[in-house]
Every structure is written in C-alpha cells, then in structure tokens.
C-alpha cells in the first residue's frame, strides 16, 4: 500500500494536472477566505466610523438643549476600529504564511502580489489612520 508521500512523488513524475489544479482550487479558495475577511473587517472600521460620529452629533444636539449624554459612542467606535484593524492584521498574516507554503510546497518562488493582498494592506493603512485620527479628535 502506497503512502501519500508516494503517490505524489509519482503523480509530480508523470506530470498529473490534477495537482496543479488541486493546488489552484486551494489558492482560489484561500483567496476567496482573506476576501470575506476584508468584506467583515470593512464592515468593522465603517460602523465604528458611523457609531463614533453619528454619537458625537447626537452629543452635539443635546449639548444645545441642555441634555448632554456621555460619550461613550467614541470609545465604542475606536474599539471597533482598533479590533478590525487587528483583525485585517491577523487575517493577512494568515493569508500570506499560507500561500508562501502553497509556493514552497510546488517548488515556486514567486512573490505573492495578489489583489487580496494589496486590498489588505490598504485597508489595513486605511484603519490605522482611521484611528489615529479619532485618537486626536
């Protein structure tokens, strides 16, 4: 009885397209997951966006009557900010690790600049700055 260690030294040996697809199905499937990540993450930083102003403009219009509330909406809106900003780190890390032992595992040594990637990267400078500028507000 074949091992696995076996049957892929022979199906690399005789050129199997099925693991280049195999592989390929799992790219896409890995790509598709950091994708959901950003899409929650997204929706993390623009609530905590929306909670932080829509509690400051709330405070503002009770201010001018006379009723002011606590601002408990800022800090609610930069901890959801912070957590998906975390969050999109975490994520990417992952993402990266996994795809640079997908490269390793089929002897390639290409750079992962993928979309998924580069959208990472950019929400993730997007919600450091996003936080910074709650932080001085």
């Known amino acids: 009885m ?3 260690t076996q049957i892929r030294v022979e199906a690399e040996r005789e050129g199997d397209p099925r693991i280049d697809l195999a592989v ?3 790219r896409l499937a890995w790509e598709r997951t950091q994708l959901a990540w950003i899409r929650t993450v997204f929706g993390l930083i623009v609530a905590g966006i ?3 102003r829509g509690f400051v403009a709330l405070h503002q219009a009770r201010l001018d009557t006379n009723e002011a509330w606590v601002k408990n909406g800022h800090l609610a809106g930069l901890i959801m900010t912070i957590s998906g900003t ?3 780190v975490i994520a990417t890390t992952y993402y990266t690790r996994r795809m640079v032992e997908l490269n390793r595992l089929m002897n390639k040594s290409r750079v992962i600049l993928d979309p998924g990637l580069i959208l990472s990267l950019i929400i993730t400078v997007v919600g450091i700055l996003v936080i910074y500028f709650m932080l001085i507000d």
């Open 2 to 4: 074949k091992d696995e």
């Open 86 to 88: 975390l969050l999109m």
């Open 24 to 26: 390929e199905r799992t």
């Open 50 to 52: 929306a909670l932080d």
